[in-house]
């Protein structure tokens, strides 16, 4: 069975840093390529970036692409999203997915929570 | 970047309802256009990939269509189950974007 269980979120201040984890099991973690997308509170759903399935390659979205960067450990089957300089407007639910030959992402984690507050 | 503009925001629906849910693009996607649902308190799940392909296990009742520019979800009967937020997103161009969703209800 496919799972992902993320961690790494909870409240932080402006400016902060904050790196979230996606471990992965139930398939192999190094054929995929592996994205995470966002989710506000608002519900407005938005795609970080993608990582290549020997991360190699990345590719983000413009707007996030400074502050955002995202990286894989293949041997631990993990997925990583390294946040700088956080803001408010990054308050929202992190989602990994794994992603398909078409960009479709078939398998999501169960999300983890980022509250941006002073 | 491509705007993806879902109507409507908001559905309400009785079960057993035929319903069509809209995906617009902006400009054309061919057919790299992939709905999602999600339901209350969960995560997003796959449901449609390629506009028209169900994925494994998919109930028959949901179907997709459309390519280019335009797009539709289908439910053929409602259930409740169904109650959920449904998402179209793009992979045809950087970045690749998602709609802002449809919401059906219960009327």
């Known amino acids: 069975e496919v799972q992902f269980v993320e961690s790494g979120g909870g409240l932080v201040q402006p400016g902060a840093s904050l790196k979230l984890s996606c471990v992965d099991s139930?398939?192999?973690?190094?054929?995929?390529?592996m994205s995470w997308v966002r989710q506000t509170p608002g519900k407005t759903m938005e795609w970080i970036g993608d990582?290549?399935?020997?991360?190699?390659?990345?590719k983000y979205a413009p707007s996030l692409e400074n502050r955002f960067t995202i990286s894989r450990d293949n041997a631990k089957s993990t997925l990583y999203l390294q946040m700088s300089n956080v803001r408010s407007e990054d308050t929202a639910t992190y989602y990994c997915?794994?992603?398909?030959?078409?960009?479709?992402?078939?398998?999501w984690g169960q999300g983890v929570m980022v509250t941006v507050s002073s | 970047d491509v705007v993806l503009t879902q109507s409507p925001a908001t559905l309400s629906v009785t079960p057993g309802d035929r319903i069509s849910l809209s995906c617009r693009a902006s400009?054309?996607?061919?057919?790299?256009l992939h709905w999602y649902q999600q339901r209350p308190n969960e995560s997003p799940r796959l449901l449609i990939k390629?506009?028209?392909q169900s994925i494994s296990g998919l109930p028959s009742r949901f179907s997709g269509s459309g390519s280019g520019t335009d797009f539709t979800l289908s439910i053929n009967g409602v259930e409740l189950e169904d109650l959920s937020i449904y998402y179209c997103?793009?992979?045809?161009?950087?970045?690749?974007?998602f709609g802002s969703g449809t919401k059906l209800e219960i009327k």
């Open positions: 997103q793009q992979c045809d161009s950087l970045p690749f974007t």
């Open positions: 990582i290549k399935y020997d991360g190699s390659y990345t």
């Open positions: 390629y506009a028209s």
């Open positions: 139930g398939f192999t973690f190094s054929d995929y390529w």
């Open positions: 997915t794994r992603v398909n030959i078409g960009g479709y992402r078939d398998y």
């Open positions: 400009e054309s996607v061919g057919t790299y």
